[in-house]
């Protein structure tokens, strides 16, 4: 079994990345989806476990990749931020952009808006925002792969 922590516009808020890390801090692997992805290097920090992370629009200067295709207990993950696909205006470039990547799970962020959904067969998965949501508290997510089977949870700080 695999257990992912997954979290996105952190927007420096080292208070709840803190939170966070302690509360699920039993993972195998954190996934930062930019818009601060300079507080993966504060997360590195805080953890022994690898920490993969992208580059969001916040992140222009950034020398970290924009986007990243992640294999994890057999399973391929897209993570990106989300705004070049547009998911503020609709999640279709994305899950078309995904299709054609061949991954079973695209994540995102860029909206802080906690959204799970199964569009054009994959995937769709976004956190919220651990820095900044929108009208809501802090969220993260956990991605439990096992046995081939993936189960997502959206948990509030």
Do not use: W
């Amino acid at each position: 079994m695999k257990r992912i922590l997954v979290i996105s516009d952190t927007h420096g808020n080292k208070s709840n990345i803190a939170k966070a890390i302690t509360r699920f801090g039993d993972v195998d692997c954190i996934i930062h989806l930019g818009d601060y992805v300079r507080d993966a290097e504060y997360i590195r920090g805080l953890t022994k476990v690898k920490v993969y992370s992208v580059k969001g629009n916040c992140d222009i200067s950034a020398s970290v990749k924009s986007e990243q295709v992640i294999n994890i207990g057999n399973k391929k993950i897209l993570a990106l931020h989300g705004h070049r696909q547009g998911v503020k205006h609709s999640l279709l470039n994305l899950a078309l952009y995904a299709r054609q990547k061949d991954v079973d799970i695209a994540l995102f962020g860029h909206t802080h808006v906690p959204t799970e959904r199964l569009y054009e067969g994959v995937l769709l998965y976004n956190p919220g925002s651990l820095g900044e949501p929108r009208g809501r508290k802090s969220t993260a997510g956990i991605i439990t792969i096992d046995k081939g089977e993936i189960k997502i949870s959206t948990y509030k700080l």
